[in-house]
């Protein structure tokens, strides 16, 4: 295979009390990126397009290039690869902008190679996302396998979890950036042993309830007495959305990873709906510009999506924001009205 383009979701992480241990990759957002073999024995980072505001075009500070040289070194290929990277999430949006790209450098030289070992790739994107902003196996981890993933404090462990049928994710993106390095530097050294022990028995909770497949037991335990609290200021009007979005039906809700997006659950695809609406609509009470939309759970991680380069319109860009919002613009609307 001479060249291969690649999709690679975006994740939540944390969901409340399961900080750098739960994450789940959703549908419909991701970065996508094309690659092609070239004999100069370097990685290249030849196009970044999309959502391209504050993205590095050093390939030694790209996660994606950084990713896919690390999959060279794990394969043995004295090869080089030219990388074209697509962004259709935003830095500092929350849903794992840099770990999608690391994950599609890692699986696109995995397929080039005809090696296509999600573990191989998983490592290896493990290691740029090292590089870069530190270790986020809650967002490597579901992007590259699909589905809802428990990684372990030793991140080559991890456990996929079951996915309760009717789960539906409610998913608002502000117009504001939250560095992550900056969220986590904010963190406290040292929390109560009662906020400690809170946080282990509702994330135990969260996986019994996923075995389970209750949607309503799974969100009653997304509670986080430690970071939530810490990170709320970082995101205007944080618990007035959130008090609207539990008012419109939501059955929890909290930050996506280190934010500002904010997620909430719900059962029922009509209510997910209406919380939507209303998250937009509380993000633009304190003047804050929101896409608000409703996801399910991205269930395959990354994949090949065409054997051919194209056109980059056929990647996931910085309209399918804007797409994802107008397609269920309607049924928000018709939802609220209810």
Request: charged share 20%; aromatic share 6%.
């Amino acid at each position: 295979m001479e060249r291969v383009q690649v999709f690679a979701p975006a994740t939540v992480a944390n969901l409340g009390p399961g900080f750098d241990h739960l994450g789940v990759a959703i549908s419909g957002l991701g970065d996508a990126l094309l690659a092609e073999i070239t004999p100069t024995g370097r990685v290249t980072l030849a196009s970044v397009t999309g959502l391209t505001d504050g993205i590095p075009t050093d390939p030694e500070q790209n996660t994606a290039s950084l990713a896919a040289k690390a999959a060279l070194r794990l394969l043995g290929r004295k090869e080089g690869v030219n990388l074209h990277l697509h962004k259709g999430l935003p830095i500092g949006s929350g849903l794992g902008g840099s770990a999608a790209s690391a994950v599609a450098g890692a699986w696109a030289v995995c397929c080039l190679f005809g090696r296509e070992n999600k573990e191989l790739a998983f490592r290896a994107a493990l290691e740029a996302e090292a590089a870069v902003s530190g270790i986020h196996a809650d967002n490597v981890a579901p992007c590259t396998f699909g589905g809802m993933v428990l990684v372990n404090e030793d991140p080559s462990h991890w456990e996929r979890l079951p996915v309760p049928r009717r789960l539906r994710l409610v998913l608002a993106l502000p117009s504001l950036k939250v560095i992550t390095r900056h969220a986590r530097q904010i963190l406290p050294e040292r929390v109560p042993l009662s906020a400690s022990m809170a946080n282990s028995a509702r994330l135990a909770t969260m996986v019994a309830a996923a075995y389970r497949g209750s949607v309503r037991d799974f969100a009653a335990a997304i509670k986080d007495e430690i970071v939530e609290p810490v990170r709320a200021h970082l995101i205007p009007g944080f618990y007035h959305v959130k008090e609207k979005a539990l008012e419109a039906g939501a059955l929890a809700c909290s930050i996506s990873g280190a934010g500002p997006a904010i997620f909430a659950v719900a059962d029922d695809e009509l209510i997910a709906q209406r919380v939507a609406c209303s998250m937009k609509e509380a993000f633009a009470a304190f003047g804050c510009n929101a896409v608000a939309f409703v996801t399910r759970v991205d269930r395959r991680g990354v994949r090949v999506v065409s054997p051919k380069w194209r056109d980059r319109k056929t990647f996931a860009g910085p309209q399918l924001l804007k797409q994802v919002h107008g397609e269920n613009r309607e049924r928000i609307e018709r939802g609220n009205a209810l």
